[in-house]
Structures are given as structure tokens and as C-alpha cells.
């Protein structure tokens, strides 16, 4: 634990400009970012006494071991940096909103030259419309399903588009009305994207006219006798109503708004969003996040509207934007971020609380929405936090630990018979996998099967990246060994970002026994590290071994440090696994050309294409190479010499009458290696 004084910046060094400020750990990961109108009073309100700070800022000020920050202009230049360095360095210590998948727009892709309805999901794209989000895709399809019979816009991917070009024929919906055909030119390229612009505007709202149109022109069939007509417009307004009816009308004059309401508590808080687009709700989004920095309702309202909108870059319109944004209290201050909003949406954003009338009614049920959303995280979620807590507790005090392992990484070895030896590393912080931190390392510094060998390599080579990046601090020196680590291995970033190797453990946790525990100590040990401490889990009794240790530590079966332990192992043990089968799947499945110096997939096809056969191309001349287009004399020669120097494979044989079929024209193309016919064997993990 830091001392705050010790790194507290000296009186009057800190600018009273508006910025933004970053803390950092001992290891110089950010593990908070805030933003401040003015720095000096914000960054002195944290180096007073502990005891007259919130619990949780005394943690971070404990924690941290540095502070620096970065002065801007304005405020709401601030907002945005401190958005970004959010974004890019994760801190630990910031409000984080979990539970937040992609949820599903309808989107219109008018950036086509035949535009094209269809579901998406993630960053919005340059030149396509979005209505949304919804709950469920299903509620996308249904919407669209009745829509289609008023407007035949297409919904075929790209390649089935381009297949009902080439035969002259259309779609299942092309032949029942349910898509204008435009593949086949049933109707052109205008038609099709007027189709497409009038779905839109039913979408975004403008409903009443196309309806009082489309009666009219009922009215008209009928007068003059075109029953059959008049009858499919009368059936095409009731699809329009009945979708129209999926949306109730809850605020009038055709609003666009979105409206944000927040439940809490002292731990969690809950963050609803209702997308009100044409006065209809379009829309429901919802988040979850643990409060772990001191934060009231107006910081976590700010830190929504960083979430829901700040995913368009600083010079692209984000039209999800809607011009009212109705929330149950304004930021502290609320002209930056009103401001902030504008720019984005490129006109004024109305940023308030609803006082009186229909949005005040609506507010109070988003607020109920999201209490009833918080109660039911809760319910999840509680016994879960408990759980991760103890079997941290429990795992501490059986490895008689310092403090509890709030992050673990664990290593497992897999290799099939000795070949394609490949090693996993996962992490798990505060209990959770962390994905985006998994490394996957091929054993390169000798042939065959040595799990304990390849341990010691593995952890040599992780820990030395980590040192490597402490050198550039000052704070380590890195031996004096040969890097074998491949290209892209080490960490990459100086900044404090989450990437790489740039963090140590507070456990390691080897699959294996004895000799695995001893291997990867010796590896520490070599390197002079002593602060990472280190066990095994051995797959037989499920023990705990420690290094130095005759005698292993048995936990109860019931114990959740254990669980916790096993799931560590069994998800390094599926990282390593699939890596594995991968690399002896892509091994198996490589052909001759493939390991031809430059000579790419499109010059590989048309090489076999031009011959017909692998036989027919390995019995070129350099002359006849040269012939096929895209292939130089450099090129001939190098792959003239590559087939040369390869045995041909061995003759095809009738398995049926035991026949040596000769014809070149029966050799199968590539790829030509195939699974080797042997005994069935385990892969060793």
C-alpha cells in the first residue's frame, strides 16, 4: 500500500486550467482517468487525510503510485479526451458498464447500389440507416416481415445476389412479392432505391401520409372496377398498421428523444434507455456497472452518455443522437456535455430533466425499468460476487499469501505424439477470465516431447518480455540472454495500456505436478524474480503442489478456492487444446506450393488451374511456368526448383482391387497431404 504523500505533486505545480489526469500503479498501468475544470483543487481534494475520503478513493490513492495529467482548453475537449483514455486503458478504478452486449438495429444499406434491409450489430457504418436498437432480432424480423409486402426491398446477402444475377432467376421472394427482384431487372436501380428510401421514412415515422396515399389510391382502384388491386392495397394497409401497432404512440408530435434513468445502490448501479424515434419507443438498452469509484447519479448519467454516444470519431455525425435526451439528473457541469452532444449530432441537443406531462410519465417507467433491472442483477449476482470473493480468500490462505490473487495466469503444455508442441497462457482477474490477455506460444528451442523443457521455456520467455518492458522504466535490468520470443510476443505499449506481458502475476499456476512447479521456479529464479508466487495443479487428486514443497496442499473438495483453481486450468487446458489441433490441422492440410517463397494463394490456384494436376505441374519446364499469367521467370524458377527437390508422393492405390492408378488425372489437387493412417492416439496436454 503507497503512501499518497510520496507522490503528491509539489505546491503550485498542478495548473489551474481545465484537463484531464490519469493515476498509475507501481507497475505504470492507469488504474483511473477523471477530468476536471479546474486541476489544482481537483488533484488536491485527493492528497488529504485518508480518513476524510470515500473508502473507495483511498483505495485508488492507496494503489496508485504516480499521478499526471494533461491541460486542454476546454471542458468539453476534456469530456472527450477522458473518454478516450477510458476506452483505451481500461482503469480498474473507473465506473465500467458490464453486461453491455451489441444489441440488434435494423439497418438499411443505402451505401449500395441496390440497398439492402437487413439485421446488424457493433459500430454503426458510414452510409447505412439504422433504426434501433431492439431487444431481440426477432422483433426485427417480425417488424420487417409485413413491411416487405408494401415495400419489396431485398434482403439476400451479397451472394446470393450475385448467384441470381448469373442465372437469370430470382429468390423464393422474388417469385411470392416479397422482394422487387431487382437482380433478375424486374425493376431498375431507381425503383429499387425509392423503395428502399420510402421503407425509411415509414421507419423514422412519417407514417400518416404513405397511409392516407396508399387509401387513396384504394379508393381509386375501386371506382374503377380494379378490385384485385384495391383489394392487395387494402391488404397492404393493414400489414402497415399491424406493424404500426407494434410501437404504441407515447409521446405526440412525432418526437425523437432518448430517455436514461439510473437505480443504485452504495455498491451497483443500473443504467435503462428507452429510444423514443417518431413518438414511437424504437428501442430498450440497459446497463450494469459496480460504482467502484465515488460517483453520484449525475456522474453516472455523464458516464452513460460517454457510453451510448461516444463511439463516433471527432469528425463523423453520430445520428443516434436524437434532439432531446431526457435524463433524471444534469452533470456537473451540463454545458460541456450539451455541447459535447451537439457536435455530434451536428445541430442543438436538448439535454434535461423532464418536468410536467407524458415525458415525465414515460421517465418514471424507464425508472422502473431499470430498479426492476437492478433487482435482477442482484439476484444473479450476488451469491456469484460472494462466491469470487471467498475462493480468492480461501486460495490466499492455503498458499499463505500475502494478499489475495486478484490476478492469476496459468500455463498448460499440449503437444500430439512430440509434434506441434504448443503452450497457453490465460489470466483471471478478481476471479473472471480476461480474454483479451490470453497468449498462445509455439516451443521452438528443441524438437520432441518435454513438457517440463517446454514449461521452463514458456515461462522464460513470458517473464523476460515482462522484464523488457520494466527496462524501459529503469526499474529492472534484463540478463543478458538471447530473446526467442516471436515477433509481436512482447508488449507493445509505454503507456500503461492492458496489452502484452507488461503485468506481472500474483500467482502462477502451472498444470502439472513436481517437476512442472520445479521447472517454472527455475525459470523465476533465473530471471531474479521473487514476487510472483507460484503453485501446480495436478490432474490425478486435484492436488496443489508448491515449489520446494515434499508434500502437497490438499484442498477440500468442496472448497471454492479449488473450483476457481480448476476452472484456471481446464480453460488453459481448451486455449492450448484448440491452438493445437489448429496448428496440426493447418500442417496436415498444406500442400506443396505452400512453402514456395512468393508465391501467394491467387498464383498457387492459377498455376494448378492452368495444369489440372499437381503431377502435370511438377513435370513443367521453366519455359511452360512462364506461360501462365501472373508467373515471371523468378517466380518459374524458384517454383521449378521447390517441386524438384521434393519427393513425389507415392502412387494412388484402388483400396477396392488393390490397383496402381498411373493416370496423373486421378492425382488430387491440392492440398495433397493427408492424416497419416496410425494407431489412434491421445493428444497430451
Known amino acids: 500500500m503507497a503512501d499518497p504523500s510520496t507522490y503528491r505533486p509539489a505546491p503550485g505545480a498542478i495548473p489551474t486550467s481545465p484537463g484531464v489526469y490519469k493515476f498509475r500503479d507501481a507497475h505504470g498501468r492507469v488504474i483511473y482517468v477523471g477530468k476536471a475544470k479546474s486541476l489544482r483543487p481537483r488533484l488536491s481534494s485527493y492528497f488529504q487525510d485518508l480518513a476524510g475520503l470515500h473508502p473507495r478513493t483511498a483505495t485508488m ?62 459500430a454503426h457504418k458510414k452510409g447505412v440507416r439504422y433504426f434501433g436498437p431492439y431487444g431481440h432480432a426477432w422483433a426485427i424480423r417480425e417488424t420487417v416481415d409485413l413491411l416487405l409486402r408494401v415495400f419489396p426491398v431485398r434482403t439476400c446477402s451479397n451472394g446470393v445476389f450475385k448467384r441470381a444475377r448469373q442465372v437469370g432467376r430470382p429468390c423464393l421472394l422474388g417469385y411470392i412479392g416479397k422482394c422487387a427482384a431487382p437482380c433478375v431487372g424486374k425493376v431498375s436501380g431507381d425503383e429499387h432505391r425509392a423503395l428502399a428510401e420510402d421503407f425509411c421514412d415509414f421507419m423514422a415515422g412519417r407514417t400518416g401520409n404513405y397511409l392516407r396515399r396508399l387509401e387513396e389510391q384504394m379508393q381509386e382502384a375501386a371506382a374503377e372496377m380494379e378490385y384485385e388491386k384495391a383489394a392487395r392495397l387494402r391488404d397492404d394497409i393493414g400489414a402497415l398498421k399491424r406493424a404500426m401497432e407494434k410501437n404504441a404512440i407515447v409521446l405526440a408530435d412525432a418526437t425523437d428523444a432518448d430517455l436514461l434513468a439510473v437505480a443504485e445502490d452504495e455498491l451497483e448501479a443500473a443504467v435503462q434507455i428507452f429510444h423514443v424515434r417518431g413518438g414511437r419507443v424504437r428501442g430498450q438498452r440497459g446497463w450494469v456497472t459496480d ?29 443516434s443522437v436524437p434532439r432531446e435526451v431526457l435524463v433524471p439528473a444534469l452533470p456537473e457541469p451540463a ?23 407524458d415525458k415525465k410519465d414515460l421517465m418514471a417507467t424507464v425508472q422502473r425499468n431499470a430498479q426492476h433491472a437492478l433487482a435482477l442483477h442482484k ?47 490465460v489470466v483471471f482477474e478478481d476471479g473472471l477470465a480476461r480474454k483479451s490477455e490470453y497468449r498462445r ?26 522484464l523488457q518492458e520494466r527496462e524501459q522504466t529503469g526499474e529492472w535490468a534484463v540478463p543478458e540472454e538471447p530473446d526467442e520470443d516471436r515477433p509481436g510476443d512482447g508488449p507493445r505499449s509505454e503507456d500503461g495500456r492492458p496489452k502484452r506481458f507488461a503485468y506481472p502475476p500474483q500467482l ?25 508466487a507460484l503453485c501446480g495443479l495436478a490432474k490425478r487428486l486435484e492436488e496443489v503442489w508448491l515449489p520446494g ?46 512453402s514456395v517463397p512468393g508465391l501467394g494463394e491467387t498464383r498457387r490456384q492459377a498455376l494448378l488451374k492452368h495444369f489440372g494436376s499437381l503431377k502435370k505441374l511438377r513435370a513443367a519446364t521453366v519455359d511452360e511456368l512462364c506461360a501462365v499469367p501472373g508467373i515471371g521467370r523468378r517466380t518459374a524458377e524458384t517454383v521449378a526448383a521447390a517441386l524438384s527437390s521434393r519427393t513425389p508422393a507415392a502412387p494412388a492405390v484402388n483400396t477396392a482391387t488393390g ?26 496436454p
Open 61 to 122: 490513492v492507496t494503489t496508485a503510485a504516480s499521478v499526471e495529467w494533461t491541460v486542454v482548453a476546454t471542458e468539453v475537449e476534456a469530456l472527450q479526451l477522458e473518454y478516450s483514455w477510458i476506452k483505451e486503458f481500461d482503469p480498474r478504478f473507473n465506473v465500467k458498464y458490464r453486461d453491455d452486449k451489441s444489441y440488434p438495429e435494423l439497418a438499411v444499406t443505402l451505401n449500395e447500389e441496390y440497398p439492402r434491409v437487413q439485421v446488424m450489430r457493433g
Open 379 to 425: 439476484t444473479k449476482r450476488a451469491s456469484d460476487l460472494t462466491t469470487r470473493s471467498r475462493a480468492l480468500q480461501e486460495i490466499a490462505d492455503a498458499l499463505e499469501l500475502d494478499s489475495v490473487p486478484l490476478r492469476i495466469e496459468c500455463y498448460d503444455i499440449s503437444h500430439l505424439q512430440g509434434e506441434d508442441v504448443v503452450a497457453s497462457m
Open 549 to 594: 514443497e515434499d508434500d502437497p496442499v490438499v484442498l477440500p473438495r468442496s472448497s471454492e478456492g479449488l473450483y476457481l483453481l480448476q476452472r484456471v486450468r481446464d480453460e488453459a487446458h481448451r486455449f492450448a487444446i484448440g491452438y493445437q489441433r489448429a496448428k496440426r490441422s493447418k500442417r496436415l492440410t498444406a500442400g506443396e506450393l505452400d
Open 291 to 319: 460504482k467502484v469509484e465515488d460517483v453520484d447519479t449525475a456522474g453516472l448519467v455523464e458516464h452513460a452518455l460517454q457510453q451510448l454516444y461516444g463511439g463516433a470519431g471527432p469528425d463523423e455525425r453520430n445520428e
Open 659 to 684: 490397383e496402381i492408378i498411373e493416370d496423373g488425372a486421378d492425382e488430387a489437387p491440392e492440398p495433397v497431404a493427408a492424416a497419416p493412417q496410425t494407431a489412434p492416439s491421445q493428444e497430451t
Open 441 to 466: 506460444f509455439q516451443i521452438k528451442g528443441f524438437e520432441g516431447q518435454d513438457d517440463v523443457r517446454s514449461m521452463h521455456e514458456v515461462i522464460s520467455r513470458r517473464f523476460r518480455r515482462y
Open 508 to 532: 502462477l499456476v502451472v498444470d502439472g505436478g513436481q517437476p512442472q512447479v520445479a521447472a517454472a521456479r527455475r525459470a523465476l529464479d533465473e530471471l531474479g524474480i521473487d514476487d510472483v
Open 335 to 357: 454545458a460541456p456535455v450539451r455541447e459535447w452532444l451537439s457536435g455530434l449530432r451536428g445541430s442543438q441537443v436538448d439535454l434535461r430533466i423532464p418536468q410536467r406531462g
